[in-house]
């Protein structure tokens, strides 16, 4: 079990991989402690995939190094695979097998003996809900059903760490809010979990802590809260009784907060950031912002204040750098 | 993605986790110990073998293909060139046995590259496993279908009137030579399997590589007639010294020189061409 030794599951310092010219990971930190989730966030190409690749020993890393649970991922390679477990973007079981053959077949590849791996498997098949698809080819089953199997072929031996990379990319929200219950037990029995999303709200419900990537690099990592707050305490939300006065209202509130005022294309409504940090400076100077409109005769009828999201952060962070290659954190 | 799968693929509401169940799972960490070289490549064979109990079609290229091979070259040439099909059998069976066999080994290559590229493989690749098991497995799976081909096509052979002086069990000798040659020579499409980007660029330089090897031999003809550069190529052809071994075998009279010959073509094969495969494959 995770814990025994207190190296981190993951110490990555400076991992770069290139295809060709490009640098598909490009000086990558990361550092996850034993025990936690730990969520990698950013959108398509941003080298999410590569970096679990590297730090699972599929793929060699071009500089810089990562050790698992203070193993080296290149020199030990072979000792940081009997810790780890991966569920690839793409299935990670033959579909031209059924269910059970597949989970039988990894059992005696892990070293169970053959009836021992049967019992393995069914054991699995019924804890995850595919007993009765058991004798059929994977390649017929639902989306959901195949990443219930691939996420089971995984913990056939728990794992120390466990790497999911977009373990719910395209599946419907039933099967999601099912592979979500799934991660939190694995991890409540002290299996570490590297995620890798594209989805904010995955990443904001299971990790401890998110490390926010982009053209192969760390460009943000904290908490969920933290990184909330990074951006701002949080955001306006306006719904006028008279579109006709929205540009007015929109005049007072970038007076008062600046420039990030964005009309939606509702014609009532405004949604602006705020722009002092903390919340009861926030709350302070959203009052302010309603007094200010009332004074101003406009008719607000909802208004509301709330933290950004995940997603406003992600815009935010990714826009920064797409423009000047700055880099913060 | 199949966002309207119809009722019964995943019925909904079936199926919650239950942290009870998985707990109990997850609990476990008796760890057996990992499988040794041999266990970790049988489970792979394993493998191989439910693919063809769930695709039997793949079988046809090591029954139907073989079988009409033999008829052909028999009955083309056989008037021709040794007076009667039957005469010409004599001197053709452990030859085309031998064609048959290397010509089918090229798909141990496509199926190498299809099965690579699936997700499956990362999986197998991060599994504290033998490293040359997935392809040794897959290859023994491989060794089954060469086998079924070559008796296939010894009992057609009988069938059209073969008689090998050397009975069963020179037979059998000669086919367990061609045999482990061809699991040798396997490792030369293993290899491009590996580095090809597709399946049809596997086939398509294995046919210029089959083609001249497994025809300019001693396998139709007595390589006599040849002109002299010819000769020279054929003597050194390694599938010669493998029909003339097997063909030697099946007669009751094996060659030991011959044999050697063989033997140790395989091992050169095995170890250029098996360590090239494992360096691909541990890139890939």
């Known amino acids: 079990m995770a814990g025994t030794s207190t190296a981190p599951a993951i110490e990555a310092s400076g991992l770069i991989k290139l295809f060709g010219k490009n640098r598909a990971v490009d000086g990558l930190d990361l550092r996850v402690p034993a025990g936690t989730v730990y969520g990698v966030l950013g959108p398509n190409g941003a080298g999410k995939t590569t970096t679990v690749r590297m730090l699972a020993t599929l793929t060699r890393p071009n500089g810089g190094q990562a050790t698992v649970f203070g193993q080296d991922v290149v020199r030990e390679a072979d000792a940081v695979r009997s810790r780890v477990s991966l569920t690839g973007q793409y299935a990670s079981v033959d579909e031209d097998l059924t269910g059970q053959e597949n989970l039988v077949l990894l059992a005696r590849l892990l070293g169970h003996r053959k009836s021992a791996a049967r019992a393995r498997a069914d054991e699995l098949l019924e804890a995850f809900g595919l007993t009765e698809a058991a004798g059929r080819q994977v390649k017929n089953y639902s989306g959901g059903m195949r990443r219930r199997l691939d996420i089971g072929a995984s913990i056939l031996n728990t794992p120390d760490l466990l790497f999911l990379d977009e373990p719910t990319t395209g599946l419907d929200p039933r099967s999601r809010n099912q592979v979500w219950d799934i991660v939190r037990t694995i991890v409540a029995h002290g299996t570490t979990v590297l995620l890798t999303t594209q989805y904010l709200d995955e990443a904001d419900r299971l990790a401890d802590r998110i490390a926010v990537i982009d053209h192969g690099r760390v460009i943000a990592e904290g908490t969920p809260g933290e990184l909330k707050s990074s951006v701002g305490a949080g955001t306006v939300h306006l719904r006028l009784r008279d579109p006709d006065q929205r540009a007015k209202a929109r005049h007072v509130l970038t007076s008062m907060l600046g420039a990030a005022v964005h009309p939606e294309s509702d014609p009532t409504t405004l949604v602006a950031r705020i722009t002092v940090a903390g919340d009861d400076a926030a709350t302070e100077q959203a009052a302010r912002v309603l007094g200010e409109l009332a004074v101003a005769g406009i008719t607000v009828d909802n208004f509301s204040v709330g933290q950004p999201s995940l997603d406003e952060v992600f815009l935010a962070l990714t826009d920064r750098t797409t423009g000047t290659q700055e880099v913060a954190a | ?284």
């Open chain 2, 1 to 284: 993605m199949t966002t309207l799968s119809p009722a019964g693929t995943d019925s909904p509401s079936v199926f919650s986790p239950t942290p009870e169940t998985m707990g109990a799972l997850l609990a476990r960490t008796d760890r057996p110990r990992r499988p040794s070289a041999l266990a970790a490549s049988a489970a792979f064979c394993w493998r191989a073998m439910l693919k063809i109990k769930h695709v039997p079609e793949q079988m046809f290229d090591v029954t139907v293909f073989p079988i009409i091979i033999t008829l052909m070259f028999t009955y083309l040439f056989g008037g021709a060139l040794a007076g009667s099909a039957r005469e010409y059998l004599q001197y053709l069976l452990p030859g085309i046995t031998v064609t048959s066999v290397l010509l089918i080994t090229m798909y141990t290559g496509m199926g190498v590259n299809a099965d690579v590229a699936k997700g499956v493989f990362d999986r197998f690749r991060t599994l504290p496993i033998w490293r040359p098991a997935a392809l040794v497995g897959a290859l023994l799976g491989d060794v089954l279908r060469y086998l079924l081909a070559a008796t296939v096509i010894t009992l057609v052979g009988v069938a059209l009137g073969y008689r090998p002086a050397g009975g069963f069990v020179g037979v059998v000798a000669a086919i367990g030579l061609i045999i482990a040659f061809a699991f040798a020579f396997s490792w030369i499409w293993i290899m491009f399997g590996l580095l090809l980007r597709s399946e049809k660029s596997v086939m398509g330089i294995s046919m210029p590589v089959l083609f001249p090897l497994t025809f300019l031999s001693n396998v139709f003809v007595d390589p006599k007639t040849m002109p002299g550069w010819l000769q020279a190529f054929v003597e050194v052809n390694p599938i010669t010294h493998l029909v003339t071994a097997a063909r030697g075998l099946m007669a009751g009279n094996g060659d030991i020189t011959e044999i050697t010959w063989v033997l140790g073509s395989c091992a050169v094969l095995l170890v250029v061409f098996g360590t090239l495969s494992m360096r691909l494959y541990n890139r890939k």
